[in-house]
């Protein structure tokens, strides 16, 4: 068994022991997007993908519950903020972050009210957000989004889809994480076209769908609050510095 096929089924695992214990808990991060592309497994090999880390995101009412079972397994609590986050060492080393409620980095996606969407992970319109509210979006991040990007279709259900029009209602009410998304959308855009491991056709449909998703984005109706902040734009930051961690 690989390391990574390894992680992915530990990570499976976890999710389901806590399930029959009544606690919700669910996978997030690169293991996530491995387990929604299952016809592009191969494509995380060809654009030099590696799993390094585990992600999870849960309610910050089962945070004792949470730690307990990860303690059970032998990992060890490294880093806690009540209520917010948890970080875990595996016994191999590997690092287990799981988030609690909400995922608060250059921008805050609340998963209170979703978590339960889908299993045994956190739903597709989160998990393509959560890799573009990142303000200095890497190399990894969009190789993960360009597979999702080809794996899935962008529409107004969560059920295998990628929930455009909830993605577009919540960066309607945020000019900053609405300013960092069509961002990191255009930066895909030009670097999953450099990709050597994705063939023309790919790119064709990886390009449809960001200009599908951005299409839902801008046609959305705009609160009040999003057009005052996007009169100020970026003279004033816009995003939250993110406290590296590691």
Known sequence: MTLDMGMLEDA?????????????????????????????????????????DIDFMGSARDA?????????????????????????????GTKVDVFLDKLSMCHTIDFEKRLGVDYPTVPLA???????????????????LSVLFLEHEIGHIDQDTINGAYVARLLAKDWGFYHTTVTNLSKI?????????????????????????????ESEPKSVAWKMRAVTGTKVRWYREVEDLE
């Open 12 to 52: 499976v695992k976890i999710v389901d022991d806590l399930r029959s214990k009544g606690i919700q808990l669910r996978i997030m991060g690169a293991v996530a997007f491995r387990l929604h592309c299952p016809k592009r497994q191969d494509m995380f090999e060809k654009l030099d993908r590696p799993l390094t």
């Open 64 to 92: 004792t519950r949470i730690t307990e079972h990860f303690e059970s397994l032998g990992h060890k609590l490294v880093y806690g903020l009540i209520g917010e986050r948890k970080i875990f060492a595996r016994p191999d």
């Open 126 to 144: 989160e998990l393509t957000l959560e890799k573009l509210q990142i303000v200095k979006i890497t190399e990894k991040d969009i190789k993960d």
């Open 189 to 217: 855009h030009g670097r999953s076209d450099q990709f050597e491991g994705i063939n023309d056709v790919e790119k064709q449909v990886i390009a449809r769908k960001i200009s599908n998703l951005r299409q839902m984005i």
